[in-house]
């Protein structure tokens, strides 16, 4: 999506849910920001109207919603496409062996889990893990788009084709779209692979090591070894 359509999307659901106006925020060198707006209450505020949401018919089969995980002041957010099986049993995305590589890959930047944002697409497991539909990705998307404001991180990284392609609104090939900043909404987006595709496809890793050196630099985190 070009800038200026992301822009619209955003600013929709913003005017829906009553917020007008967007504060500017300081940064702080680590994963935390300082100062700014406290944008906690308003991510309870997102969860509470989650809570039985019926928008689509992932309802039907979830266990438990998986809302999102971190720093409510992350300055980098993480987004996956939805929920798989342990995701769905614990409510917290990405864990199980996806989730520890994604660990790893924020270790190598000198972050931790509890410093960034982890959230999905959709909040609810699609049945058998399948890719959500169009229609699913965009009853839920509200909701995210409600969170990346609620958090507003400096950078957002997308994991895998699902993420970028339904938060950007693009058709792109996730091998091609890899590594290449956008910008949406005045925030950084940089995509790169899903952890599960690594997994299947290590020797692609070394390309998702160069997007997190790049996600570093952007955040003026130190270079490590
Ligand atoms: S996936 Fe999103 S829109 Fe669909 S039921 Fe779950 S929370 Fe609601």
Wanted: proline content about 7%; overall charge positive.
């Amino acid at each position: 999506m070009k800038r200026d359509a992301s822009r619209k999307l955003l600013a929709a659901w913003l005017r829906e849910v009553g917020v007008d106006y967007v504060p500017a925020r300081a940064a702080a060198p680590g994963g935390r920001r300082a100062g700014g707006d406290p944008p906690g209450e308003e991510l309870d505020a997102i969860r509470r109207e989650l809570e039985g949401c019926r928008g689509c018919g992932l309802c039907k089969g979830r266990s438990t919603i998986v809302f999102g995980t971190g720093n409510p002041r992350a300055r980098l957010m993480f987004v996956g496409e939805g929920p798989g099986a342990e995701e769905d049993r614990q409510g917290e995305p990405f864990v199980g062996a996806a989730g520890r590589r994604l660990d790893r890959w924020i270790a190598r930047i000198g972050l931790a889990r509890a410093d960034v944002y982890i959230a999905n697409i959709v909040k609810c497991r699609p049945p058998g893990n399948r890719v959500p539909t169009p229609d699913e990705a965009k009853a839920c998307m509200g909701y995210l788009l409600r969170q990346i404001r609620a958090i507003r991180p400096e950078v957002v990284c997308t994991l895998g084709l699902t993420a970028l392609n339904h938060l950007c609104g693009v058709d792109e090939r996730i091998t091609r779209a890899r590594g290449r900043w956008r910008e949406m909404d005045g925030i950084a987006v940089l995509p790169t692979y899903h952890p599960a595709f690594i997994l299947r496809d290590p020797a692609r890793e070394a390309e998702v090591f160069e997007d997190f050196r790049e996600i570093g630099r952007r955040l003026s985190l130190p270079e490590r070894g």
